[in-house]
Nanobody, 119 residues
Framework: QIQLVESRGGLVQPGGSLRLSCVAS????????MGWYRQAPGKQRELVAG???????NYADSVKGRFTISRDNAENTVYLQMNILKPEDTAVYYC?????????????WGQGTQVTVSS
């Protein structure tokens, strides 16, 4: 069973930076795709950034040029560096692991961490 433990977010001023981390346990971590999702109040959950097992990355248009996702397989950790934060980035951020199972993909989720961007 894969377990995910995220760092807590926090309160940051517009234009500031924040770095989220997610530590995953599991015997096949290096073969999994990982990503960060977020859900703002009254909104649906959306993909923010993803990184595949091969190392390729993808980002939501709203965060391109500001956010960077990376992974450290030796530490079983995925990071999200968030720069030039905007009030619109305020949301609960969730770590995700997508594991290729014998019958299709299986998703695992962290508990979520609140990120608030405000003056």
């Amino acid at each position: 069973q894969i377990q995910l433990v995220e760092s807590r977010g926090g309160l940051v001023q517009p234009g500031g930076s924040l770095r989220l981390s997610c530590v995953a346990s599991g015997s096949i971590f290096r073969n999994d795709d990982m990503g960060w999702y977020r859900q703002a109040p009254g909104k649906q959950r959306e993909l923010v950034a993803g990184v595949t097992r091969e190392g390729s990355t993808n980002y939501a248009d709203s965060v391109k040029g500001r956010f960077t996702i990376s992974r450290d397989n030796a530490e079983n950790t995925v990071y999200l560096q968030m720069n030039i934060l905007k009030p619109e980035d305020t949301a609960v951020y969730y770590c995700n692991v997508r594991q290729a199972g014998p019958s299709g993909p299986m998703d695992y989720w962290g508990q979520g961490t609140q990120v608030t961007v405000s003056s």
